[in-house]
């Protein structure tokens, strides 16, 4: 169990360590280049993780299970966080309101995507959740590409390092209090 569960928690490493790496490149590569990068990786790998399906090996399963979820990792940092920035930068004075709605959609698709993956599962299979989700997230992600004018995100005129911010203990708070909140949701 505990191996199976570490495919489903993989993610957030990846999360946890491509986030702020996407953050610090988002000014640099731009929104542009990084959103359809994000969504492409996100999309084909929850694809590919679906194609897990036909893997009989254990061992060669967690293997790929593994390498898929932490590259879908990468691609959800990536989607994300450009996806946040352009709603900020489209409504500066309304950060908290879009910051907000960003988690209310992120914990609607997390109450009701179980649900519709389990339907999908009785119906077909492993693979048609998988495959019906990474499509979503391909369709969507160039309906807003073909649709979105793209905001410039400026680079701050001083570089901050990580460990100053760190060292704030309000910051230090704030993201224990995040980590305790994301470790209840299971």
């Known amino acids: 169990a505990a191996q199976f569960g570490a495919v489903f ?3 957030h490493l990846s999360l946890f360590m491509f986030g702020p790496l996407v953050g610090k490149y988002l000014s640099i590569w731009g929104v542009k280049a990084i959103f359809p990068a994000g969504f492409i990786i996100d999309g084909g790998t929850f694809i590919l993780f679906g194609l897990l399906q036909w893997v009989e090996d254990t061992s060669t399963f967690l293997v790929f ?8 990792g990468v ?7 450009s996806n946040l920035s352009i709603l900020m930068a489209k409504f500066p004075e309304r ?9 209310a959609s ?19 299979g492993f693979f048609l959740p998988f495959c019906i989700t990474g499509t979503a997230i391909l369709v969507s992600g160039l309906v807003v590409l073909l649709t979105i004018d793209f905001p410039t995100i400026g680079h701050g005129e001083t570089h901050l390092p990580v460990y100053k911010v760190l060292c704030n203990p309000r910051v230090l708070i704030a993201l224990a209090t995040c980590s305790v909140g994301a470790y209840s949701i299971g």
């Open 75 to 81: 691609g959800a940092a990536a989607t994300w966080t």
């Open 106 to 124: 992120f914990n609607f698709g997390l109450t009701v995507g179980p649900v519709l993956g389990a339907l999908m599962y009785d119906a077909a």
């Open 65 to 72: 299970s593994y390498l898929i979820r932490f590259l879908e």
């Open 9 to 11: 928690g993989i993610i």
């Open 95 to 103: 950060k908290a309101t879009v910051k907000a709605w960003c988690d």
